[in-house]
C-alpha cells in the first residue's frame, strides 16, 4: 500500500485576503498527483463550497469541508488564536454553518468574524477540530514554554470535541516552527 498526501488546509481565492487557488485547477491538480481527497479551509468563510464540491466530484476526488476560524482569546481579546475545523458528515456541516454565521452576525472584531469558545459547546458533534499549529492557543501557551497553560488548553478542547481534536504539525521553515514542532509532540506524548 503506497503512502497518499492529503492537503487539510488550503486556502482559495474565496479566502479574499489570503488566497489565491483557483478550484477546478485545483481539483484538476489534486487528481493528476493522486490524492485521495482535499479539504477546503477558507479563512472565516464557506463562500467556495459549491464550486469546489462539484469540481473535485468531476475530478474524482473527495471533497472535505472545512474552514480556518480565528477564535477570540479569553487572555488577551485583541490576539484570536487559530482553529481549523472538519466537517465528518452532514450534522458537521450543520454545526460549521451554524457557528460561521454566527461569527458573521454576533463575533466581528474589526471586520473579521470571530468565534467565542464557549459556541462550541454543543455544536462539535461530526466536526474534527486541527489545533491551529503554532497560532492556536495551545501552540501560543507551548511557544511560551507554559506547559501547564498549554495542558489546559489541550483539555479543554479535548472536552469540547472528544476523539477529534488533533494537535496541528507543520514544517515549513516559519519563525518558531521548529520550537512548537518539538514542544507539540511532547504534549502529544504526555497527553495520549
Known amino acids: 500500500m503506497s503512502e497518499s498526501f492529503v492537503h487539510l488546509s488550503l486556502h482559495t481565492e474565496y479566502s479574499i485576503v489570503d488566497g489565491v487557488v483557483r478550484i477546478k485547477p485545483l481539483a484538476a491538480a489534486v487528481a493528476e498527483a493522486g490524492m485521495p481527497a482535499v479539504a477546503l479551509t477558507d479563512q472565516s468563510n464557506m463562500f467556495a463550497l459549491v464550486k469546489f464540491y462539484r469540481a473535485c466530484q468531476a475530478s474524482g476526488v473527495k471533497p472535505i469541508v472545512g474552514v480556518d476560524c ?4 479569553e487572555d488577551d481579546p485583541t ?15 450543520l454545526n460549521l454553518t451554524q457557528l460561521v454565521s ?6 466581528q472584531h474589526r471586520g473579521i468574524p470571530m468565534l467565542q469558545k464557549s459556541w462550541f459547546t454543543g455544536q462539535t458533534d461530526g ?17 511560551s514554554e507554559n506547559e501547564e497553560l498549554a495542558t489546559s488548553r489541550l483539555n479543554d478542547w479535548m472536552q469540547l470535541f472528544p476523539n477529534n481534536f488533533y494537535l496541528e504539525l507543520q514544517r515549513t521553515g516559519r519563525v518558531d516552527e521548529e520550537n ?9 506524548i ?3
Open 70 to 73: 480565528w477564535v477570540t482569546s
Open 79 to 93: 490576539q484570536p488564536t487559530k482553529l481549523t475545523l472538519l466537517c465528518i458528515n452532514n450534522t458537521g456541516y
Open 102 to 107: 454566527k461569527g458573521y452576525t454576533e463575533g
Open 127 to 143: 466536526l474534527i477540530a486541527l489545533s491551529g499549529g503554532r497560532l492556536g492557543d495551545v501552540g501560543l501557551a507551548l511557544l
Open 180 to 188: 512548537y514542532l518539538h514542544a507539540a509532540v511532547d504534549l502529544a
Open 190 to 192: 504526555k497527553n495520549d
